[in-house]
């Protein structure tokens, strides 16, 4: 008999090596590592320290070894180039052993860092685990990103390596890698050996020949490499978190433990068996499109989806449909800004109509809290779930979430379902108490975090120690904010930083924003807390409308005030509200609170690294200054 969600949950607590021993038997291992867990230098845990295995392998050549080589491995789609390929796992492997001949060609070796800065090609693929195979470090750069910030991130990993391509493409232009490439080295105090570029079909870049070589030449000297073996502990890459001030933090993950966790991932919360198609639309300069356009789902032994293409404007709002019908994709991750920016632009859902979507089974969500109105939106339109699952770059997978290979539990609009195993989760108030359910305060993990999260940070042992474990000892600070219900359900109703107080009350943006998306014109809406000398803060809302709204603004803003006094209560004092064109965010769909907060509070901000469209912010200044709001 099945074991349910309970009883596996309680294993993982109470008897986590005995249950990640298990969990690893499903893995290659060159030798089973003879300890689990190295609890001997807390906070730095460490899981198979002294096993042997490789990334590339069990992503690839495992599946090989099992008479799966024939099978689709990936299948790549560019509506913004109207290019599709596809590659079997052997086809992949043989690629991936030849890249990565050609980079211990260029000096590339075990422990040494890679940057890989590219669009979503196959080549960035084929760069990330071709890295893994010989054992060096990738850092995959989001292609475009700022050139101080890939100077950052140069000098902090002291780069051997640079991978790049000629270009990005974005709805209406191209955006030349080459050039942003060349400041950030100019920048940099560490200068990389060698830059690798990927010439892309219609755009070629201008190559240095004492830095640069190009992708095809190298190849045709290299030849194919086998996998290195690493210990469980080293170091499969780091990612790069941005803040908006501050230098980035290196996440670092540890082989041994990411193959472990992700690969029981995909069965056990995603419920994807090997024959299924898998898309995670992101992009693989996030950790969602690490963990699950890359690598969970190819140690999995399932297909993957590639997608460099937007939610609307590649071509239209229906573009996300067409993928799914086309290549039949079982289950869709994505964040909730994508589902909103369809929805927006086609809220009867006209475009869904289109294609078939029978096979089609879950929707799941993360990156930002998904409001009510969203889902039910999605669950009208496709007859499908929508789970609402909440994790972070530092973990790798998620926290929390509806285990739908175990066993699936009702919907509470606003909740990110239950703790997944292996997390201990607690709500602890400012004290270090543990609170009741229902009761709002910060949402910690018991030491020691299970496998596959981040044991420490790039050569900062120290500010992860500082950062994350020592505000309450024995606990990881998620920085976000929330509650637990009496059912064990999981609220995440805020960063820590997103609590507003207002006379004395803390209040969660996150509440008073979902009833706001609840109403019938709002496409998407952000609150944030502005300083105010009666009451210390005052909540602000402001409104994004669906296309095609003509109503006047006075009489949406005024019947959304009603609304948040009505079911948040008068105690929020929500009184002011503002339509805008549209809500700043970064690049992978987070709103940029802090910043309008900023603003709007007339302080100093450094125009965070991430945001999608830097013209937002003035637009939202004006928006703030015309409604005397910013008062300068």
């Known amino acids: 008999m099945s074991q349910n969600y309970k009883e596996i949950y309680d294993q993982s607590i109470k008897n986590k090596e005995d249950f990640w021993n298990k969990v690893s038997d499903d893995i290659f291992w060159f030798s089973k590592p003879t300890k689990i867990l ?147 080295i100019e920048i940099a105090k560490h200068k990389p050996e060698k830059c690798i570029i990927f010439q892309r079909k219609d755009f070629k870049a201008n190559l240095d020949s004492k830095l640069d070589v190009d992708w095809e030449e190298i190849l045709k000297e290299a030849k194919p490499v086998e996998c290195e073996k690493m210990r469980g502990s080293d170091y499969a890459y780091i990612l790069y978190t941005s803040g908006t001030t501050g230098l980035p933090k290196g996440i ?117 809290r998904a409001d009510p109105d969203t889902i039910k939106w999605f669950e009208k339109l496709s007859n499908s779930p929508v789970i609402d699952h909440w994790w972070q770059t530092e973990t790798s997978w998620a926290i929390t979430s509806d285990c739908t290979g175990i066993e699936s539990f009702p919907v509470k609009y606003g909740s990110a379902f239950k703790p997944v195993p292996g997390y201990d989760l607690k709500v602890l108030n400012a004290e270090g108490k543990e609170v009741g359910p229902g009761k709002m305060g910060d949402i910690v993990v018991k030491l020691p975090l299970p496998p596959g999260t981040f044991p420490t ?32 359900y999981v609220w995440i109703m805020s960063r820590t930083d997103d609590i507003i107080n207002v006379a004395g009350h803390r209040l969660s943006t996150g509440a008073i924003e979902e009833v706001l998306a609840e109403h019938r014109n709002v496409a998407e809406c952000a609150v944030i807390g502005i300083a105010d000398k009666l009451k210390g803060q005052l909540p602000i809302g402001l409104l994004a409308l669906k296309a095609g709204v003509t109503r006047d603004k006075k009489d949406i803003i005024s019947e959304c005030i009603k609304m948040v006094r009505e079911k948040v209560g008068p105690v929020a004092a929500f009184k002011i509200a503002i339509v805008v064109k549209r809500l700043p965010k970064t690049r992978s769909g987070k709103v940029l609170r802090g910043t309008v907060r900023k603003i709007a509070d007339n302080e100093p901000y450094k125009m965070p690294a991430t945001i999608d469209d830097p013209a937002i912010l003035d637009e939202i200044k004006a928006d703030l200054i015309e409604n005397k709001i910013l008062k300068l």
């Not at 008479?67 to 913004?80: F, N, Y």
């Not at 500082?466 to 904010?481: F, I, K, L």
């Open 38 to 184: 190295n609890t001997d230098n807390p906070p730095f845990y460490k899981w198979f320290q002294d096993g042997t295995t490789n990334t590339c392998y069990n992503a690839l050549d495992f599946h090989i070894d099992n008479a799966l080589g024939d099978k689709t491995a990936l299948i790549w789609d560019s509506p913004i180039t109207n290019s599709k390929a596809t590659y079997t796992f052997k086809e992949l492997r043989d690629e991936v052993a030849i890249f990565a001949g050609a980079l211990k060609n260029q000096g590339a070796t075990k422990g040494d860092r890679v940057i890989i800065y590219m669009p979503m090609i196959p080549e960035a693929v084929i760069a990330m685990l071709a890295c893994a195979r010989i054992g060096a470090i990738h850092s995959v750069v989001f292609g475009g990103f700022a050139s101080n910030e890939l100077a950052n991130r140069i000098d902090d990993s002291k780069a051997k390596i640079i991978i790049s391509a000629s270009c990005g493409y974005e709805p209406g232009r191209t955006v030349e890698y080459k050039p942003l490439l060349n400041k950030a």
């Open 252 to 368: 670092v993950r540890d082989i041994g433990g990411h193959i472990v966790a992700l690969k029981w991932t995909m069965k056990n919360i995603y419920n994807i068996n090997q024959d299924d198609v898998w898309w995670s639309a992101s992009d693989i300069g996030w950790i969602v499109g690490h963990s699950y356009i890359v690598y969970a789902p190819l140690f999995y032994g399932c297909t993957t989806v590639l997608f460099e293409g937007k939610p609307v404007g590649t071509p239209d709002a229906g573009v996300f449909w067409r993928v799914i019908s086309e290549h039949n994709v079982k289950s869709l991750f994505t964040a909730p800004t994508a589902i909103r920016a369809i929805k927006k632009e086609d809220p009867d859902g006209e475009f869904f109509k289109k294609y078939d979507l029978s096979k089609f089974d879950k929707l799941f969500l993360a990156g930002e």
């Open 457 to 488: 940070l790039w050569g900062a042992d120290k500010r992860y120690k500082e950062n994350y474990m020592s505000t309450y000892p024995g606990y990881y600070q998620t920085y976000d904010a929330g509650h637990i219900d009496e059912d064990g």
